[in-house]
């Protein structure tokens, strides 16, 4: 079974912390994606990485960036946390040829 | 540009009878239609996609290109089919494999 494991599950910040989130997956997918989960807007790509150091700005990177320095970890970068980035994070991965998404089980981010 | 759009947000049904998802979408090319769903307390996870032609959990969806639609159906829901269903596109390209998912429909089976 694929796993895609995100580092913690719940998590409180204050306004303009620096917030890491972390992404691991086992199963040597090129792909990986990080979304944000809110009600009546589903999900939404922040950025997404299809190589190691490789990434491309999905639909509302502002606010966020990332990094990929193994090919395993995705990690999604809040550089100076907002309550607006009060969200349920996805992070997702996905082998090119076969272009079925696995995703983790989230990790629910309050900015306070 | 790609959307999907699936206009319930929410659904009730009772137990025993049929159920439709709607997801049309728009896109220029020949893209690959999914349906997620997310039990409660669990992760996203692939339901079926259109081009298995697969039934899952007796769950079907039929991609009408002339429509531009990816319905989900099953004939006699139950009460364990209560979830949030996500329908998403994915272009073809050669790198990435973005995913578009719709804004979610949250089903409940009712006894």
């Known amino acids: 079974d694929v796993k895609v494991t995100q580092s913690s599950r719940y998590l409180v910040k204050r306004t303009g912390e620096k917030v890491f989130l972390e992404c691991v997956q086992d199963?040597?997918?090129?792909?990986m994606f990080w979304y944000r989960q809110d009600p009546g807007l589903g999900l939404r790509l922040i950025y997404f990485?299809?190589?190691?150091?490789?990434?491309e700005k999905g639909d509302i990177p502002e606010g966020y960036s990332v990094s990929r320095e193994k090919k395993e970890r995705f990690s999604l970068i809040l550089e100076s946390a907002s309550t607006n980035q009060t969200s349920m994070y996805l992070c997702?991965?996905?082998?090119?040829?076969?272009?079925?998404?696995?995703f983790g089980a989230g990790t629910r981010l309050s900015v306070l | 540009a790609q959307r999907v759009t699936q206009p319930e947000k929410l659904l009730s049904v009772f137990k025993g009878a049929p159920v439709e998802l709607k997801c049309n979408y728009s896109?220029?090319?020949?893209?690959?239609l999914f349906w997620y769903v997310q039990y409660s307390r669990q992760r996203l996870q692939l339901l079926l996609r259109?081009?298995s032609r697969e039934s899952i959990k007796g769950f079907t969806a039929d991609l009408n290109k002339g429509e531009t639609s990816f319905h989900l159906k099953k004939p006699f829901a139950q009460e364990e089919d209560s979830a949030m269903y996500y329908c998403?596109?994915?272009?073809?390209?050669?790198?990435?494999?973005?995913?578009?998912f719709g804004t979610g429909t949250s089903l409940t089976v009712i006894p």
């Open positions: 997702a991965s996905s082998e090119g040829a076969k272009n079925i998404q696995y």
């Open positions: 199963m040597d997918h090129e792909n």
């Open positions: 990485s299809y190589d190691v150091k490789m990434k």
């Open positions: 896109y220029s090319g020949s893209p690959e």
């Open positions: 259109h081009i």
């Open positions: 998403a596109l994915s272009p073809k390209t050669n790198t990435g494999n973005q995913f578009y």
